[in-house]
């Protein structure tokens, strides 16, 4: 079936409305009328030739929520009218030691199939959630809670995974400290969700700009990385900090920060190597790690837990002529705090 969408021809285009092929939905498979697409700074990188090869004409997006209109013969899952969102990929192997212990994202035969920019099992480029619809395997769909907006829930299908994984396995909760580096599209939800969780949360950053934000969000305090005397206050005092920021990393500093047996946790894909004095994490037991995403059990957990404790996206809803101005403003760091496009727009 043809539905409209948004695509990208060059690293250094504009976008533009097209019309893409969507398939029938298989025997196990669902269609999706998609409502809203957040806008993902990983999209930005991968249609701008950030991140290797491109498979242009590209529709990207992988912060995905809609509504089911089309259901497969043999689809148990779901049914016509549920709310649904799909995230960063759409198919795995199903059968290595990975995809069955639920971390699709790491499939050990490297078959996982990413929501745009790769190739499909018809051997044709995957497109993302730019556009008004979709058809998936029901396996790779995850319900969105009738508590979240659909709007607020697009973006939990990345950034809203792609932190909370992190905190839950660290041990954010009561009595635990957690510093958020960079509380943009990524770190806004990494403050809610560790509020939630329990723990104390404090917010670090170039400017104090969005402090009074993040108190609201559920932080406790928010503090500059570049007030030196606040740097050396807060040395020792984080069992866990997540940094989401993607440049002007210094690590030494945010280890510094870290308690005994404290863990530093990168989401943010530095684009530039990073040079690292080993003896500040071996003198204190210090963790120094990294954080992909979530599978599907646990994307479905991280949408019911924010449904629980009332958490979502704070967006700003455009159109789609909106895209590529929008572009510019996320790397700009003026969103606040997830654009999110409304397909409705586009006809």
Partial sequence: MEVTAYSIDAADGAFAKTTITRRDP??????????????????????RGEWGEVLYPLVPGHEIAGVISRVGDDVTKFRVGDRVGVGCFVDSCRECGE???????????????????????????????????????????????????????????????????????WGAGPGKRVGVVGVGGLGHMAVQIAAAMGAEVTGLGRSLAKRDDAIRMGATDYVSTTDADMMKRLRDTFDLIV????????????ISLLKPRGVLVDVGLPQHPATLALGRLISGNKVLTGSNIGGIRETQEALDFCAQHGIGAWVEVIDGERITSAYDDVVASKVRYRYVIDTATFD
């Fill in 99 to 169: 995809c069955r212990d639920g971390f699709e994202q790491f499939c050990e035969r490297r078959e996982t199939i990413w929501t745009y920019n790769c190739l499909g099992r018809d051997g044709l480029p995957t497109a993302g959630g730019y556009s008004r619809g979709i058809t998936v395997e029901q396996d790779y769909v995850v319900r969105i809670p009738d508590a979240i907006p659909l709007e607020s829930a697009a973006p939990l299908l990345c950034a809203g995974i792609t932190t909370y994984s992190p905190l839950k396995r």
């Fill in 243 to 254: 940094t989401t920021v993607s440049d002007g990393l210094d690590l030494h500093l945010l």
């Fill in 26 to 47: 298989g025997p196990t498979e669902v269609y999706i009328d998609i409502k809203y697409a957040g806008i993902c700074h990983s999209d930005i990188h991968t249609a």
